[in-house]
Antibody, heavy 118, light 110 residues
Framework: QLQLQESGPGLVKPSETLSLTCTVS??????????WGWIRQPPGKGLEWIGS???????YYNPSLKSRVTISVDTSKNQFSLKLSSVTAADTAVYYC??????????WGQGTLVTVSS | NFMLTQPHSVSESPGKTVTISCTGS????????VQWYQQRPGSAPTTVIY?????PSGVPDRFSGSIDSSSNSASLTISGLKTEDEADYYC?????????FGGGTKLTVL
């Protein structure tokens, strides 16, 4: 059974860079035909796709966040990562990592709350 | 920018049928598949419908999805409502490799 687990600081200061890692177990991150993505959910609000990386390394980002987002993959560790720069309070959210096809998420991480505050 | 609009909330009684709509802002919603996710409080979402009307294994056939091109909308229908169906539901689609979620609909079963 594939499992995804987010990790990283739960508190980030305004203007700094948010960094999260998703560790994949029970399967290979190099599996063909899958994307590895990040989705966030501000408290009490809806889901927002941040971006994804294809197993080949191609990246796709939400246009509204593209200038601040970098997603990368480390196949040796079976991990992929999110970096979101110049954060503000509006970036406070539960961040989920997920595996998906072109159409649908089939595995989600449990989510991790990141609060942006001084 | 492509957007998906859902009603903020719906409510219905146990045993009844409810339909949640998801309207596309531009283009044809039928051009790309629509998915539906269920999210209970404090939990990650789970898929209840994919590719417009397909149910993952383990999802009861009380859940169904459809597309109405005339209204540019997708719909999630839940029949024989149970109290355990009370949750937030999100539609999702994509356009040119950009994923979009609807704003979510809170379903209350009372």
């Amino acid at each position: 059974q594939l499992q995804l687990q987010e990790s990283g600081p739960g508190l980030v200061k305004p203007s700094e860079t948010l960094s999260l890692t998703c560790t994949v177990s029970g399967g290979s991150i190099s599996s063909s035909s899958y994307y590895w993505g990040w989705i966030r959910q501000p408290p009490g609000k809806g889901l927002e796709w941040i971006g994804s990386i294809y197993y080949s390394g191609s990246t796709y980002y939400n246009p509204s966040l593209k200038s601040r987002v970098t997603i990368s993959v480390d196949t040796s560790k079976n991990q992929f990562s999110l970096k979101l720069s110049s954060v503000t309070a509006a970036d406070t959210a539960v961040y989920y990592c997920a595996r998906h096809t072109t159409r649908v998420v089939d595995y989600w991480g449990q989510g991790t709350l990141v609060t942006v505050s001084s | 920018n492509f957007m998906l609009t859902q009603p903020h909330s719906v409510s219905e009684s146990p045993g009844k049928t409810v339909t949640i709509s998801c309207t596309g802002s531009s283009g044809s919603i039928a051009s790309n598949y629509v998915q539906w996710y269920q999210q209970r409080p404090g939990s990650a979402p789970t898929t209840v419908i994919y590719e417009d009307n397909q149910r993952p294994s383990g999802v009861p056939d009380r859940f169904s999805g459809s597309i109405d091109s005339s209204s540019n909308s997708a719909s999630l229908t839940i029949s024989g409502l149970k109290t355990e169906d009370e949750a937030d539901y999100y539609c999702q689609s994509y356009d040119s490799s950009v994923w979009v979620f609807g704003g979510g609909t809170k379903l209350t079963v009372l």
